[in-house]
């Protein structure tokens, strides 16, 4: 047995980087690996090869599953191909099917790079993108190729691989895939082991998801590895992924191309879930698997939870489902109804910039003893930060840029959120001003409105450019509209700002109607201000009852839209 002093000596060198074994040496011993999300899928393939990682119903409607081994199989081909091709910068344009699934873990395998494209822009748009990523290939769903005749007009060598979406396999993704394959066998059989499941560097570069582009040209994020991968363990955590016994199943109502799906076709994979992929957001199909499919989890914004409650096929289900809810701010009326069908909320909030979801609401065992109508506005708020960040800060305005002076946790005093740590991302792609603007003071700034209440947890009121200041008042659109949504005939409601020669400003509203009920504008404004709990100043004077409400393509509403249908512009869609 060694003696103390050598025991001591050993512990210390654990300690003291100046001692005996360096903290370098320690971090580059082979035992430490760099962090990528892409070793999820290797590593449940070897753990569960026959487990089923992906549902999907095809173009051709047909039912297709694929095993774990089945998926690391495909994605380990596309990775060969790629290398064989000497293709590193891929963008993806497709909705949720199992090739872009398989695109994702192959094109992380190579040590390449995501690009992945909103198929809902402007073909203009999506061109752009393309260009300014410098992709140097293109997968592409059949269904949007005439979306790049720009793209391949201006950039006619760069490869464009388009999948058909089949059952049985067929076209050129599928060619690729066995390409893939092929060349490996010919090149030693080297199978995951040649690849970067564990990448070289967690600093470098996964994937570049866009913002949306709504009022200036979409900018790309720079996502890292490590980042990438402490955002996806985080929504392991946070949304309640894993589980003792059996495995969860995941429905794809979320498109991936947003914020790389939130980093859900990571976090999935890392507990060997079932994808349940989905072409496009198809209520009556959505109820049905709900009802038939072992899913016990999905992601969706507020407008497509408040519509897939209203549909005519919706029924409590039996066993409870939880919902991450994101995208812009819930309102207490859509948790409360949620519940009662077993869509159980799990409320998170994020932007692009924080790889989708970095705070949670924390549902707390108090607020069951709370009225109803309280609990579900605590489930409302946005709360804290995730387990794999740091905690945020709501910050005062009023100082100078890079200030980071904090508002009092009193619920009432309105500043901006601003966030910290692993999972804020790295850059604006070859953008230094904005990305220099973005950390202004060393948070990532969100340019969200909100308040901070004295357990900690965050509030959102509004984007800046959204608040309404009426006579000297401040109104939340978010908050007028949480309150509008709970006459029980309105469906969805959108609040802007318009002129007034007394008060500056005052809000107008714009509503769709529950279907088979009938409303008039001024039946709500009369129900505002005598039923409702809503302050005075803030009940509009104008009600506009439209079909639909004007959203993005992750189910935002588009303020700038309504701001132009406000001055009689209704061109704008």
Not at 2 to 18: E, K, Q
Not at 146 to 174: R, V, Y
Not at 281 to 292: C, E, R
Not at 400 to 419: C, H, Q, R, W, Y
């Amino acid at each position: 047995m060694s003696p103390p002093t050598s025991r001591l000596t050993s512990v210390l060198s654990h300690i003291d980087p100046s001692s005996t074994a360096s903290a370098d040496a320690y971090t580059h011993n082979h035992h430490i690996h760099q962090l990528s999300p892409t070793l999820f899928l290797h590593r449940a393939a070897q753990i569960e090869p026959d487990a089923e990682a992906i549902f999907h119903v095809t173009a051709d409607n047909q039912i297709l599953r694929r095993s774990y081994i089945e998926f690391a199989d495909r994605a380990r081909g596309i990775a060969y191909y790629l290398l064989k091709h000497s293709l590193c910068r891929v963008g993806i344009l497709a909705p949720n099917t199992p090739a872009f699934l398989e695109s994702i873990f192959g094109i992380g395998a190579s040590g390449g790079i995501n690009v992945v494209v909103n198929y809902r822009l402007k073909k203009e748009d999506i061109t752009y993108i393309l260009d300014f990523a410098k992709v140097d290939s293109v997968i592409v769903d059949v269904e949007y190729i005439s979306l790049l005749d720009d793209f391949k007009t201006l950039h006619p060598n760069i490869p464009i691989i388009i999948d058909t979406d089949q059952n049985a396999p067929s076209g050129p993704f599928d060619a690729v895939v066995l390409e893939g394959l092929r060349w490996d066998e010919e090149n030693g059989a080297n199978g995951w082991d040649a690849l970067e499941a564990s990448c070289k560097d967690e600093g470098a570069t996964i994937a570049i998801p866009f913002t949306s582009g709504t009022t200036a040209k979409p900018k790309g994020v720079v996502y890292t590895h490590r980042g990438a991968y402490l955002a996806a363990l985080g929504n392991v955590i946070e949304s309640g992924l894993n589980y003792h016994v059996g495995r969860c199943g995941y429905l794809w109502t979320l498109p991936m191309f947003h914020a790389m799906g939130w980093t859900f076709p990571w976090a999935v994979t890392a507990v060997r879930g079932t994808h349940f992929c989905l072409r496009k957001i198809d209520y009556p199909l959505i109820w049905k698997l709900l009802k038939t499919e072992a899913i016990t989890h999905f992601n969706a914004a507020p407008t497509v939870n408040t519509l897939l409650c209203a549909a005519k096929e919706a029924e409590r289900l039996p066993n409870p489902i939880r919902v991450t809810v994101a995208a812009s701010p819930p309102t207490a009326h859509l948790f409360e109804q949620m519940t009662n069908l077993n869509l159980m909320p799990v409320h998170v909030y994020g932007l692009t910039e924080t790889y989708g979801p970095i705070t949670k609401g924390y549902h707390m065992p108090t607020w069951e003893t709370l009225p109803t109508k309280e609990k579900y506005a605590r489930m409302a708020r946005q709360g804290h930060g995730f387990i794999t960040s740091l905690p945020l800060r709501v910050i005062k305005m009023e100082y100078p840029e890079g200030m980071l002076i904090d508002v009092a946790k009193d619920g009432k005093e309105i500043g901006e959120v601003v966030f910290f740590g692993n999972i804020c991302a790295k850059e604006y792609l070859n953008n230094p001003q904005a990305t220099r603007e973005l950390f202004a003071g060393g948070g990532l700034h969100s340019g969200d409105l909100a308040v901070w209440h004295p357990d900690g947890s965050i509030q959102i009121l509004d984007r800046q450019k959204d608040i309404i200041i009426s006579g000297g008042e401040n109104i939340s659109s978010v908050a007028l509209e949480s309150m509008l949504v709970q006459h029980p005939d309105v469906l969805e409601a959108g609040i802007v700002a318009v002129p007034d020669s007394l008060w500056g400003e005052r809000p107008k509203a714009f509503i769709t109607i529950k279907e088979g009920k009938t409303l008039k504008g001024q039946d709500l404004i009369i129900w505002a201000k005598h039923q409702s709990s809503i302050t005075k100043f803030m009940v509009p004077r104008e009600v506009e009852i439209v079909q639909e409400l004007p959203k993005t393509s992750t189910g935002k509403l588009k303020k700038n839209v309504l701001r132009a249908w406000a001055k009689g512009d209704y061109l704008e869609k």
